[in-house]
């Protein structure tokens, strides 16, 4: 089993930057691949972001491409997401998840295991 739990969500002006944090614990997350997701009010859950195993594949969402960054460190069982030029519409829920294999996928189905969520509130 693995827990997830995010942090480092809040409040930020439009422009402005966050660094979501990802920890795992239970077991080590070396050879899962990783994702963050998002879901804002009315909409369906969407992966922004993921990663393989190693950190030497990744995938964007064409909507937040070249503004966030995945990244993983194995040794301290943490992934993160760097979000630069926020934007309101990337106020939502963000989720961090795992999936058992190490090849990164972008569907909801893939992911095992997922955290409580944080929330991203961007304001205008």
């Known amino acids: 089993q693995v827990q997830l739990v995010e942090s480092g969500g809040g409040l930020v002006q439009a422009g402005g930057s966050l660094r979501l944090s990802c920890a795992a614990s239970g077991r080590s997350i070396s050879s899962d691949a990783m994702g963050w997701f998002r879901q804002a009010p009315g909409k369906e859950r969407e992966c922004v972001a993921a990663?393989?195993?190693?950190?030497?594949?990744?995938y964007y969402a064409d909507s937040v491409k070249g503004r966030f960054t995945i990244s993983r460190d194995n040794a301290k069982n943490t992934v993160y997401l760097q979000m630069n030029s926020l934007k309101p519409e990337d106020t939502a829920v963000y989720y961090c998840?795992?999936?058992?294999?190490?090849?990164?996928?972008?569907?909801?189905?893939?992911?095992?295991?997922w955290g409580q969520g944080t929330q991203v509130t961007v304001s205008s």
């Open positions: 998840a795992a999936a058992s294999t190490p090849v990164l996928f972008t569907i909801i189905s893939a992911y095992n295991y």
């Open positions: 990663i393989n195993w190693r950190g030497g594949s990744t």
